[in-house]
Nanobody, 125 residues
């Protein structure tokens, strides 16, 4: 069974940092593109970042560019999302997802076939 698990969320003050982790126990993450999405209350789930399986190229939404960094640690079978300079607008449930057979682009949900359960990130003073 394919399973993705996110961790690292929590409560942080504006300007702070968090590092989210996405791990898999039943498949090798670096064989697939991996994306991070987020969903705030009352809003659509939006693509935040992704990393390719081939050359490690990355994508960032404009709203997080320069603040968030996606990376892989293949030895730990983990993909990270380092989030710096957080603002209240970053408050959301963050999900990681595995790229599926058909690729429509990093930011489109239909590019991904399996999703984690999500981890809550709250930015508040």
């Amino acid at each position: 069974q394919v399973q993705l698990v996110e961790s690292g969320g929590g409560l942080v003050q504006p300007g702070g940092s968090l590092r989210l982790s996405c791990t898999a126990s039943t498949f090798t993450l670096d064989y697939y593109p991996i994306g991070w999405f987020r969903q705030a209350p009352g809003k659509e789930r939006e693509g935040v970042s992704c990393i390719s399986s081939s050359d490690g190229s990355t994508y960032y939404a404009d709203s997080v560019k320069g603040r968030f960094t996606i990376s892989r640690d293949n030895a730990k079978n983990t993909v990270y999302l380092q989030m710096n300079s957080l603002t209240p607008e970053d408050t959301a449930v963050y999900y990681c997802a595995r790229g599926g057979g058909m690729w429509f682009g990093c930011s489109l949900r239909r590019s991904y076939d399996y999703w984690g359960q999500g981890t809550q990130v709250t930015v508040s003073s």
